[in-house]
């Protein structure tokens, strides 16, 4: 069940980022011709820098989903598995602890900024594009319990990220090559 919890995220993740990033790239090019043609956006700059923000709080949730967040996996793994396990606990309670602060002050914040609008968009309420914090957070704290099982039972088996993912590349590697020599397509 968790681990289609995980798929499932990653997908709707992986989705909202990828739309963002392609309507930020986008509106960077209409932007630029437009600006050549001596039509600027008077609003571009104001929205590039929120779409920034946005994809910046999904990609961190989707990061934490695939615990590809800085870490010194190195140096914990070279420790005793007692010590690592306490380390986990501590490093995990900061996180949460971290963001469940920067969510509950930005909630705080969003109430602060009803009625504001953005600069250049005045139909735009700066609760809307400042709405990704909180949610940012959020779907940062789900993400990182959802795979909080799996790092665990990664770090305590002494591997890290890296050593499961090279694996898996070396794995898909032998099977492509082996499909190649009995001539089938990859």
């Known amino acids: 069940m968790a681990s289609v919890a995980v798929g499932g995220l990653r997908i709707l993740l992986e989705a909202i980022t990828i739309a963002l990033l392609v309507a930020l790239a986008v509106i960077v090019v209409l932007a630029v011709a437009f600006r050549f043609a001596g039509a600027s956006f008077v609003w571009y700059d104001e929205v590039a820098s929120v779409m920034l923000a946005w994809i ?52 705080f914040v969003l109430r602060v900024m009803a009625g504001e609008t953005l600069q250049s968009l005045a139909w735009v309420p700066l609760q809307f594009t400042q709405s990704v914090v909180p949610v940012g957070c959020a779907l940062f704290l ?12 990664r770090l305590m088996a002494g591997r890290s990220a890296e050593d499961v993912e090279i694996a898996e590349e070396l794995a898909k590697a032998e099977t492509a090559r082996a499909d190649q020599g009995r001539g089938r397509p990859r």
């Open 56 to 107: 910046t709080y999904f990609g961190a949730a989707l990061a934490a989903l695939k615990r590809r967040h800085l870490g010194f996996s190195g140096f914990v793994l070279s420790l005793s598995p007692g010590i690592r396990g306490l380390l986990f606990v501590v490093a995990e309670l900061v996180i949460y602890a971290t963001f469940l602060t920067a969510a509950w002050a930005s909630w």
């Open 142 to 153: 789900i993400a990182h319990a959802l795979s909080t099982p799996i790092a665990w039972a």
